[in-house]
């Protein structure tokens, strides 16, 4: 079971990033598919959820608006789009699938003028 996460890099306030995350190795169709991110020191937080249908979506409240989440089930890849990025959305983002409690590796996104 893998999960492989691109995307990530420095951005301008104000500015669009959007994440990949490819799957390998258990039936990604299947699944929910979430995002999470951590700051050093703090806690990971979930950002967004999708079901494995790709019909039903949840964000927490400080992306409601700026982040989708998507997925192709075909493709076995769960994406982040993250529009009018902020300095406190810098942090590492992380793919996840309740498949044995798999983590992605993180990507770093850094949101800096």
């Known amino acids: 079971v893998q999960l492989v996460e691109s995307g990530g890099g420095l951005v301008q306030p104000g500015g669009s990033l959007r994440l990949s995350c490819a799957a390998s190795?258990?039936?990604?169709?299947?699944?929910?598919m979430s995002w999470f991110r951590q700051v050093p020191g703090k806690e990971r937080e979930l950002v967004a959820t999708?079901?494995?249908?790709?019909?039903?979506?949840d964000y927490a409240d400080s992306v409601k608006g700026r982040f989708t989440i998507s997925r192709d089930n075909a493709k076995n890849t769960v994406y982040l789009q993250m529009n009018s990025l902020k300095p406190e959305d810098t942090a590492a983002y992380y793919c996840?699938?309740?498949?044995?409690?798999?983590w992605g590796q993180g990507t770093q996104v850094t949101v800096s003028s």
């Open positions: 190795g258990f039936t990604f169709s299947y699944y929910r």
């Open positions: 999708i079901n494995n249908g790709g019909y039903m979506t």
């Open positions: 996840y699938t309740n498949f044995r409690g798999t």
